[in-house]
Nanobody
Framework: VQLQASGGGLVQAGASLRLSCAAS????????MGWFRQAPGEDRKFVAA????????FYADSVKGRFTISRDNAKITVYLQMNSLKPEDTAVYYC???????????????????WGQGTQVTVSS
């Protein structure tokens, strides 16, 4: 399994960015795809997740209402649309994948088997 994250950048507060995570190497119909972020000196934190089959979504409280996770079956790509960005959203964003996670475990980084390389998002005030 390979995950290729892209789309990060430097933006001002209030702007939008869309991150992409291109997945390959197997079928993902029974997988959960997640986005996590890690700021300097902090632990990796859950941002959002989506079940590939069925499309159920999950969000951290800090991004609910501002971020939207989605997937494109044809392109085998997961997106994270980030609106109304804040300086506290600054971090390296990682996409991740794991099979058959239950809701109580999909917010935990160690639950995921596969990780992308990370993409930097910097929001200036």
């Amino acid at each position: 399994v390979q995950l290729q994250a892209s789309g990060g950048g430097l933006v001002q507060a209030g702007a939008s960015l869309r991150l992409s995570c291109a997945a390959s190497g197997r079928t993902f119909s029974d997988y959960v795809m997640g986005w996590f972020r890690q700021a300097p000196g902090e632990d990796r934190k859950f941002v959002a997740a989506i079940r590939w089959s069925g499309g159920g979504t999950f969000y951290a409280d800090s991004v609910k209402g501002r971020f939207t996770i989605s997937r494109d079956n044809a392109k085998i790509t997961v997106y994270l649309q980030m609106n109304s960005l804040k300086p506290e959203d600054t971090a390296v964003y990682y996409c991740s994948a794991a099979p058959r996670l239950i809701a109580s475990t999909l917010r935990i980084p160690s639950s995921y088997n596969y990780w992308g390389q990370g993409t930097q998002v910097t929001v200036s005030s």
